[in-house]
């Protein structure tokens, strides 16, 4: 019962701190979009929180740069548990053009564990609210994980 | 003290006009103000539970002790800040329902709890280790010594007015003078009290301690999880227990009828919507511009206050 009252705290309150792991900006702007009052993500209590302190999210955008990976390490535990890693655009889902770079760690699976990727170079707001939502589990998945296992 | 006495003590701390109570009608005062900021910025604005879904989060999450942070002052100022706005509020509350119940020297007791929040901010900021914390601690700190000045005058007025430091004698001295505000010394001190009141609860023009934009939460930077769910819950319970002092002090008598204490209801109601457009309205001052504000203008205001009060006006 209380663990199903703190779920259900956990999805209307999302507090997401925004990180910029060697993005180009474009994933930035649309983030910041999503957080206007166009869109208005306060109506689903979701917050662009300043410190990671208070991040229950990572909304991480960019490639990784080898030289940011160690602060983006950092600023994963300073998050406290439970928390959600999101990344946003091309670059985070797979290196975008640059995943083939010595400079970059090719995507954000390189470095921390993803709970979604949100890909799109940019991704529209609608794309972010979206997966956001599907990340809390508030929209079903389109797709489900599978595995092939060879008979 | 019997048992009885010491059971009924317990319930008005922790459940009717303590703790529970005053949790709960402050952070749904807290989505008010949220609401109506959203309107003032023509948004739809949270759900009503948003702020109760937030505090829930909160203490669901764990609670990180930074590395070199000083553990007891960091973990000890939540709870101070919790237990100096709870007996505030039970102080507060239990003056307006029953005036009877006031012991002598309750709103001298009242002043000091009503201070504990900001300062248990000061402790955990200047505990956390963390810069940000640490720039805080000393904002907030200059604040405390500018702000509560400019409030303990104005109390002081009303003490000097009513020649008495108990607030069943302050009600009683409203009920048959009239309320303390048609007085020009009561007028005065109320609107120094309502900028202290501002700057007490921590709102724009006077959120210089926080800062989100600047200081990333100030203190509250390097809270998470429960310590911050219940500096939170301590902001809540000071946006019931501050407001309503200041219509019991200034607003006029209460009588123990029902119409009265929806009048009452309604006078801090009003107290609270001054305060809530004051703060979506403003933007935030620098703490050179406050201290000049509060010391200058402010402290010649509640001076002036004083005298009146003291040659009977």
Known sequence: MTNRILNWCFKKSIWVYHVNTGSCNGCDIEILDVLSPYYDVERFGIRLVHTPRHADALLVAGPVTRQVRERVLRLYDAVPDPKLVIGVGSCTSGGGIWHDSYATCGGLGNVLPVNIYIPGCPPRPEAILYGVAQALGIVPKQVEAQAYIEE | ?313
């Open chain 2, 1 to 313: 003290m019997d048992a009885r006495q010491l059971l009924l003590g317990t319930f008005y701390t922790l459940v009717f006009p303590g703790f529970l109570f005053t949790a709960t009608v402050g952070l749904f005062l807290t989505w008010v103000d949220r609401k109506v900021t959203a309107i003032v910025q023509s948004r739809k604005g949270p759900p009503w539970y948003q702020p109760y879904a937030d505090i829930g989060k909160l203490l669901a999450k764990r609670m990180l002790i930074p590395h070199g942070s000083k553990a007891f002052g960091f973990l000890i100022a939540p709870l101070l800040a919790v237990t100096g706005a709870t007996l505030s509020a039970v102080i507060v509350l239990l003056a307006v329902l029953n005036p009877e119940s006031g012991f002598l020297g309750d709103l001298i007791v009242l002043i000091y709890l009503s201070a504990l929040p900001s300062i248990a901010l000061v402790i955990g900021g200047a505990a956390s280790r963390s810069p940000f914390g640490a720039i805080g601690a000393g904002r907030e700190m200059n604040m405390i010594l500018s702000y509560e000045a400019g409030f303990l005058l104005s109390m002081i007025t009303v003490m000097i007015k009513t020649q008495s430091i108990l607030f069943s004698d302050i009600i009683a001295y409203q009920n048959t003078n009239g309320a303390m505000v048609f007085s020009l010394s009561g007028l005065i001190a109320f609107v120094v009290a309502m900028f202290a009141m501002q700057a007490k609860l921590g709102f724009l023009p006077f959120d210089i301690a926080e800062a989100e934009s600047e200081l990333i939460g100030g203190p509250l930077a390097e809270y998470s999880g429960s310590g911050l769910a219940l500096f939170r819950l301590s902001r809540a319970m000071t946006f019931v227990s501050i407001p309503a002092w200041l219509a019991l002090m200034f607003l006029g008598g209460i009588e123990q009828t029902p119409l009265s204490l929806l009048g009452f209801l309604l006078k801090f109601l009003a107290i609270l919507t001054v305060c809530i457009l004051v703060k979506i309205t403003h933007a935030r001052l620098k703490l050179d511009q406050a201290l000049r504000l509060f010391w200058g203008k402010i402290m010649i205001a509640s001076l002036a206050a004083i005298i009146l009060a003291l040659i009977g006006l």
